[in-house]
């Protein structure tokens, strides 16, 4: 017997409605929604293989300890809980609380609730320690809205825009933020074939959506900041920028003027290996808009630029008043948010860094982005007091995502205790004492809720429309399984070491939020369930939870839409277009040289993301891993013409920190002494290499400590020099 049930796609933060086919309770088929609104039955190739990830051969369903041999055997959940329970409650006694760290990856997108669960108990044991991967994959646009401060009304719909920047971004395979996430594709089609709006892409490979720009800026990988500050540059010499709404509510245009004054298009574009006059051009297609947008991408954040770059962006939308105003619809009103009032003011910057925490290792404390994930490895590995010596992993596979794998695995060998919640035998659970098997997305509920919340990650981020969606389980775990949600690990280790939880649920970015945070103690007791915790995150939505459950395809709630209220005749806030660490960090770049190349390592190594796979997982798909096995390396055909390669060559790739093994490819739009290649793949140090099968683990090309942020201790992961040379001929 077989029917058909909606539900929602949580591979990533887009949250797709699907239809999932399930035979005898299991699900066989997901296909796209056509019934759900806004995104018209759109789904990717990840959320169609959904079927294989809960039902493949690689899941466990059971489950794993490590044994003295290095082997792992399965272990029931409950005996797992007690065995950690009591070997972390006698970590903490000998080496006190901060000696444990949590690290949650981007598989929480299955459920927010997870990882608030898990920060309960770190609060409960009295760790600050944790960590997250936001902090090495896009920690630039929390930073920037601190240090530029947040628009209370948010901006216009995206229908509106004339002109879209996207910086680094290609929201065609990523569907991540700085676009409109539901059905990316249609979106940018409805925009440019038939609105005829003017898209910009700034980014060294001509991207799928980079196909459809109106204009290409093909920079040199890291040169983002100097195009936009050239940009800024034009509008401002050209008396472009809408000065009424600056007088208003913005401060520091004075500082910006004079920082972007040595960045002439002519002079951004020597460094950013661009024609100027494109620079000029695009910086008027955008300031004479009636509205545009930026989204700025992952890009320039590898390249050590992510603050600056999601800084100037904001600058430059601000100056030219693309925010939106009084009498405007609300374009992203609250749902399952607390209701809040938005009006055309602003909310002031706040100090955003080096707060809280610090780290032992370096010089570094926590932010708004999170404690600094890439300098995690060094403080497991410094020894003194506070040395981390248990790590809970949740939802990521730090040994594929940490930048330096030749330092991560390091650091994690040395733990006393590794914890990994983790659906297969990855590189990570591969090291770890306990591997917790944990049910998959179609097993528990949830909500859009976290796509609706988003939107305080970044202004381009999140849904337009008051849209609202619950989703039960559609299935239950395989029978015989003995698998738990992420969250019930936390909740049973509490639960052994006597200590109570309480969820927290905030409601923004630190003081931008527009509500206090919300405190819901657990019931110790009685078990809560998934629903239960849904409920308690949502039991101050704008729509009655109950209301948003009736729709089992989602709905839009039109009840709530409404205009943007004036400005309040006592406001203050302002929007700071010139902070003076973004002034520093931009003439920073004046003060570096453009091309980081040399004799010794000629090419630049940046990354870029697969359709198929979401980071690291999906390789043992079976719908998934066997149609893209390895990860090869890239380059323009004058480039692997002049070193004498052909597709197929199997070549070494050489870093000053290391070097691995890869497969040549061919890239016509790649930007010449270019190297793409995604990260994720690849085994640990001490595996077997075949770079023709697995793939190579592009971390071993990195340093942690060489070149980072000052703030959120991201190193460089892009734009990294390298060396190339033949290993083996294709065929060989």
């Not at 990988?221 to 000065?243: C, F, K, N, T, Y």
């Not at 202004?459 to 015989?480: C, K, N, Q, S």
């Not at 971390?699 to 020099?721: K, Q, T, Y």
Request: hydrophobic residues 40%; contains cysteine; charged residues 20%.
């Amino acid at each position: 017997m077989s029917d058909v049930r909606p539900a929602l796609c949580r591979i990533c933060g887009s949250y797709c409605p699907i239809l999932v086919t399930v035979e005898n309770g299991r699900p066989v088929k997901v296909t796209g929604d056509p019934d759900a609104p806004l995104y018209e039955g759109y789904t990717c190739p990840k959320g169609r293989a959904l079927p294989e990830q809960h039902t493949g051969p690689a899941r466990l369903l059971h489950s794993m300890k490590r044994q003295a041999d290095a082997s792992f055997q399965p272990i029931g959940s409950e005996q797992a809980m007690d065995e950690i329970a009591d070997r972390v409650s006698r970590i903490i006694a000998e080496h006190g609380p901060r000696s444990v760290a949590l690290y949650w990856g981007t598989g929480m997108c299955t459920l927010a609730e997870n990882v608030g669960i898990a920060a309960a108990w770190m609060e409960a044991i009295g760790s600050p320690m944790v960590f997250g991967a936001s902090a090495i994959d896009k920690p630039g646009a929390p930073i920037a809205q601190a240090a530029h401060g947040h628009w209370l009304a948010g901006h216009p719909p995206f229908e509106a825009a004339d002109a879209w920047v996207m910086i680094g971004l290609n929201p065609l395979i990523s569907c991540s933020g700085g676009f409109p996430p539901n059905n990316p594709g249609l979106r940018l089609k409805e925009a440019v074939g038939d609105r005829g709006m003017k898209l910009i892409v700034i980014d060294p490979r001509r991207t799928e959506t980079a196909r459809r720009a109106h204009l290409h800026l093909q920079i040199r990988p890291g040169e983002d900041p100097a195009v936009l500050a050239a940009m800024i540059h034009v509008v401002l010499a050209e008396r472009l920028e809408d000065s009424a709404f600056l007088a208003e509510n913005a401060i520091g245009l004075e500082a910006l003027r004079a920082a972007v004054a040595p960045f002439t298009p002519g002079y951004a574009a020597e460094r950013a290996g661009v024609d100027a006059e494109d620079i000029a051009t695009a910086a008027r297609i955008f300031a004479q808009s009636r509205y545009g947008g930026i989204g700025v991408g992952v890009g320039p954040s590898f390249s050590l630029t992510g603050s600056l770059t999601d800084y100037l962006a904001a600058a430059l939308t601000t100056l030219c008043g693309f925010w939106s105003r009084a009498g405007d619809v609300v374009v992203k009103p609250n749902i399952l948010l607390p209701a809040y009032e938005a009006r055309a003011e602003a909310v002031s910057p706040f100090q955003g860094w080096d707060f809280g925490e610090r780290l032992r290792s370096r010089d570094l404390g926590n932010s708004v982005a999170g404690m600094p994930t890439g300098a995690l490895a060094d403080e497991i590995l410094y020894e003194g007091e506070g040395r981390i010596r248990a790590l809970f992993c949740m939802a990521g596979n730090p040994m594929m995502a940490w930048p330096d794998q030749q330092r991560a695995a390091k650091a994690l060998q040395s733990l006393d205790l590794l914890v990994t919640a983790e659906l297969e035998m990855s590189a990570t659970a591969r090291m770890s004492d306990y591997v917790i098997a944990p049910k998959l997305s179609l097993e528990v509920p949830a909500t859009s809720g976290l796509v609706e919340a988003m939107k305080h990650m970044g202004h381009l981020r999140g849904i337009e429309g008051p849209y609202g969606r619950y989703t039960p389980a559609v299935v239950d775990p395989p029978p015989g399984s003995d698998v738990i949600a992420d969250w019930e690990l936390y909740y049973g280790l509490a639960q052994r070491m006597g200590l109570e939880l309480t969820l927290t649920t905030t409601f923004g970015l630190g003081p931008h939020a527009f509500a206090p945070p919300q405190r819901d103690p657990l019931d110790m007791v009685r078990k809560p369930t998934t629903d239960d915790l849904l409920e308690l995150t949502h039991r101050n939505a704008r729509i009655p939870f109950e209301q948003v459950k009736r729709f089992p395809h989602g709905h839009m709630f039109e009840e709530v839409r409404e205009v943007v209220k004036p400005r309040r005749e006592d406001a203050t806030g302002k929007l700071d277009v010139g902070n003076g660490y973004m002034m520093e960090l931009l003439g920073n770049i004046e003060r570096s040289a453009p091309d980081r190349t040399s004799a010794e390592f000629p090419y630049l190594m940046i990354s870029r993301r697969s359709n198929r796979l979401m980071n690291s997982s999906g390789h043992n798909n079976p719908r998934l891993g066997g149609l893209e096995p390895t990860n090869p390396a890239y380059m323009n055909p004058d480039d692997l013409a002049e070193l004498g390669l052909v597709q197929g060559d199997e070549i070494l790739m050489r870093s000053r920190f290391g070097e691995v093994r890869a497969i040549a490819a061919v890239d016509t739009g790649l930007r010449a002494g270019c190297i793409s290649i995604s990260p994720g793949f690849g085994a640990n140090p001490d595996e077997a290499e075949d770079a023709g099968g697995i793939g190579c683990n592009t971390g071993r090309l990195l340093s942690a400590d060489a070149e980072f942020d000052g703030i959120s201790g991201i190193p460089r992961i892009g734009g990294v020099p390298v060396a190339i040379e033949m290993v083996a001929p294709t065929g060989h």
